[in-house]
């Protein structure tokens, strides 16, 4: 019985000694993934700073939900301390704690567009900055820039993202990608003729939908375990256009159901009329068989 419970407690022994070099190696591993560097090509070399492109910016920080994750004046929040990462939305501004007043122009297009921090090492992928932002034009990135430049100062220090030990365990078993959003490559640098037409709802919907509703926008996983499934948006424009847009900016559906607060409408309902019925217009052509919808 003696000799028993003495190899019971060697392979116990060596079990946990194999449990901790696992998690020691996976680590690693995982802080490894989260320390790489990308080298991003193709940064802005100029931005605008007249007062028409920075209320274009103003509008295009809205209908892109910057609040939605930075917070109204954009000082930025805890959005996430889960055992796997603390996730912070950084403060944008000037003042204590933000970003605003170190960030140079090709910082603010390596985190909005390629989704690295100034030093070449990725964000944690919240920010959907390879699905969605790497699509912003060169003169939509500038604007949005010029806008981001210049907000009020807010002090407000916050604690940095972190990914914890499950995170690097995660990470280092492949389960949990910290590089993500990243895509160092070149951003679009042209865009079509702003106006309701499919060619620019086809750039509003990569620039603005497919973060949540996939690339072919035909449905994705949840962003935020608690919330649903996005839906497929393929045959949103059989609905009436007045269904259409009150979809999109009051997050109600055709029939009178509230959609999960998940969707940013709040965002949404800054979009022009214009932007609803080019976004309409493009989705009109995912309709199998359909015609563009563009009325």
């Known amino acids: 019985m003696t000799n028993l419970l003495k190899w019971i407690g060697v392979v116990a022994g060596g079990l946990a000694i194999v449990l901790i070099l696992a998690v020691v190696i996976l680590s690693a591993r995982g802080r490894s993934a989260l320390n790489q560097t990308f080298e991003v090509t193709g940064l802005l070399t100029s931005v605008p700073s007249d007062s028409a492109a920075i209320a274009e910016g103003q509008h295009l920080a809205l209908i892109h939900a910057c609040a939605y994750c930075h917070g109204e004046n954009l000082a930025g929040e805890l959005m996430i301390d889960a055992p796997p990462f603390r996730v912070v939305a950084s403060n944008l501004t000037r003042g204590a704690g933000g970003v605003g007043g170190s960030y140079s122009h090709q910082d603010w297009d390596r985190v909005i567009r390629h989704g690295v921090r100034p030093d070449g090492t990725p964000l944690l992928p919240i920010m959907p900055s390879a699905n969605a932002y790497h699509d912003l034009s060169d003169p939509d990135a500038a604007k949005l820039i010029a806008y981001l430049s210049q907000i009020p100062p807010v002090d407000n220090e916050l604690p940095p ?135």
């Open 161 to 295: 993202s972190r990914l914890k030990l499950l995170g690097q365990i995660l990470a280092g078993l492949g389960a949990l990608d910290p590089a993500a959003e990243v895509d160092p490559t070149p951003a679009r640098t042209d865009m079509p003729d702003k106006g309701p037409t499919i060619e620019y709802g086809e750039y509003l919907a990569n620039i603005t939908c497919s973060a949540c509703h996939g690339p072919d926008f035909r449905g994705a996983p949840p962003i935020d375990p608690e919330s649903p499934p996005a839906p497929g948006l393929t045959t949103v424009a059989a609905w009436p256009a007045e269904d259409f847009a009150r979809a999109v900016r009051e997050g109600v559906a055709p029939d009178g159901r509230q959609y999960h607060e998940v969707m940013p409408y709040t965002a949404f309902t800054h979009m022009t009329d214009d932007e609803i019925t080019a976004l309409r217009s493009y989705f009109g052509t995912l309709i199998a068989g359909a015609e563009p919808t563009g009325s």
